[in-house]
């Protein structure tokens, strides 16, 4: 019996005897056949993740391929950091079971969809049972190896490696489980693993493979294992995009008073997905994500799919962000239902935006149109002082190539970039207090500001001196900072008159 079915059995709703309802047992007693089979199916995953992402991401994918009969292989999930242990022991005292509710809205219809997922077959902690970790290189089954270890993570950073003792890092652990695999299948070409790192950093594949590259440099390795490592294994680089919620604090209680069992692993997520992998598509017969009917694209290039996320989806985010929390908004769908906001961020995105992209139009409103509709999911409350953290290098990556693209081209300045623009540096006029850098909002109420110290020292400084300058000389003094911008702002015709002009209607309007 389950965890979770053994604790439904033992907390049925009142007024039935204890018993659960009988609805819920046919969907049960299912999930006890599929975790069955989990146990007695052969692991052909190892993850290295144990967080909500990855459970509401992949290791669903992997339960529908599962339900479906098209894929027949299970998870072995480790942590990447000894934190992770708690986590990974509840998954162990629910026998690897969780529940995953996704929520969103589907050709603006609210659509509610719950699974208890079962995929995990071993739950393992390299740092007290390292040896058993690294014996899972020895599966003869084993094809994938999956991670999300955040992108300081996947990093190379110099350390020891002492026979018997886990290592710290995410790469060097898979160095030396690379090493044990090498070794216990003698070099064997097709005994090569194809890596999948979801960590949201650029060409994620290939710095997996310099990191560990690097380890077996550092560790002196043999150079046959090294040929072996880059001429049979696959560090394939992806772009992964879904909001995961993780535990409904306010929600869960309710949830499961109707459900007749506890869940400390229930997760969300939205309906909304999107996985692209730049491999060839033959792929699919290891990993039949397409054929479960899941948004996973193996592609030839990335780069498409990179500039859609990063300049409509997060762009969008840094296009609202500072002028909404400035105006005394707090989440995202309060600003995508606000009259003039909503509508600020539409028109930026679809006249402005999605013109400097090289990228079929249509491509990009079909995307763009996805984007509206995830945030006004009823369903997620995303907060906006959470998306302003870091606002500065967001916005370099994010909306300045494509005020940027007009600069090149000699064209009118797009006045809704320019528009954010103004609003992130007078979101960044602030001063240091002792409970760090302070705003004041156009509403008169104070708020955090949170960037990389030199960051905020620098907009510190130059705000400070507001009562010395024009707000034309304070906007041309801000916009000339190159060591933020990477260029010199201030040299783009008429930028700094309209960023002042942005300043001031907003200081009459406050």
């Not at 026998?95 to 739950?123: A, K, W």
């Not at 909001?243 to 109707?258: C, L, M, Q, R």
């Not at 996320?309 to 962000?321: E, I």
């Amino acid at each position: 019996m389950s965890v979770l079915q053994g604790k439904l059995a033992r907390t049925g709703k009142e007024g039935n005897g204890g018993a659960p309802e009988a609805h819920l047992l046919p969907c049960l007693s299912n999930s006890e056949q599929r975790l069955q089979q989990t146990m007695d199916d052969p692991v052909t995953v190892v993850q290295i993740g144990e967080g909500n992402f990855l459970r509401g991401f992949f290791d669903w994918m992997i339960h529908e391929a599962r339900c479906q009969g098209i894929y027949q292989g299970s998870i072995a999930v480790s942590q990447p950091r000894p934190s992770g242990k708690a986590k990974l022991d509840a998954l162990k005292r629910q026998n690897g079971q969780y529940t995953l509710v996704m929520r969103g809205l589907s050709d603006g219809v609210p659509v509610e969809r719950t699974e208890i997922i079962s995929v995990f077959s071993q739950m393992i902690d390299p740092y007290s049972e390292w040896d058993r970790f690294l014996r899972l290189a020895e599966q003869p089954h084993l094809q994938f190896v999956i991670s999300n270890t955040t992108e300081a993570g996947l990093v190379f950073c110099p350390e020891s490696m002492t026979e018997g003792e886990p290592v710290e890092s995410f790469p060097g652990k898979m160095t030396l489980f690379l090493y044990r695999r090498y070794l216990t299948f003698r070099g064997e070409p097709d005994k090569g693993l194809i890596f999948l790192p979801c960590e949201l950093l650029e060409r994620n594949g290939d710095e997996l493979r310099d990191c560990i590259l690097r380890y077996c440099e550092d560790w002196g390795l043999p150079a046959p294992f090294i040929r072996w490592v880059n001429e049979h294994n696959r560090f394939l680089n992806s772009l992964v995009d879904r909001i995961v919620t993780g535990y409904p604090d306010t929600e869960a209680d309710a949830w499961f008073a109707e459900w007749g069992y506890r869940d400390d692993l229930l997760c969300t997520a939205e309906l909304y997905h999107l996985w692209a992998i730049e491999a060839e598509p033959e792929l699919e017969e290891k990993l039949p994500l397409r054929r479960a009917g899941l948004n996973v694209h193996w592609v030839d290039d990335l780069t498409e799919y990179r500039l859609l996320k990063v300049r409509l989806l997060n762009g969008a985010h840094t296009l609202m962000t500072p002028l909404a929390l400035l105006y005394g908004l707090e989440h995202v769908r309060e600003v995508m239902g606000h009259r003039e906001l909503g509508a600020f961020v539409r028109r930026t995105i679809e006249d402005e935006i999605i013109p400097s992209l090289p990228v079929p139009e249509a491509e990009s409103r079909r995307y763009a149109e996805s984007v509206y509709e995830r945030f006004l999911n009823p369903f997620i409350r995303h907060r906006l002082s959470d998306i302003a953290m870091n606002s500065v290098s967001k916005f370099k990556v994010r909306l300045l190539p494509s005020l940027l693209y007009y600069r090149d081209r000699g064209e009118t300045l797009p006045q809704g970039l320019v528009r954010a623009f103004a609003g992130l540096l007078r979101y960044y006029r602030v001063s240091r207090t002792e409970k760090g850098y302070e705003g004041i909002s156009l509403n008169g109420d104070k708020y955090r500001v949170n960037d990389d110290r030199n960051v905020m020292e620098t907009f510190a400084y130059v705000w400070g001196q507001e009562q010395t300058m024009s707000w034309v000389e304070l906007a041309r003094r801000l916009l000339g900072l190159e060591n933020l911008w990477g260029t010199d702002l201030a040299a783009i015709a008429d930028l700094s008159e309209a960023v002042a002009g942005h300043w001031e209607r907003m200081e009459m309007r406050g």
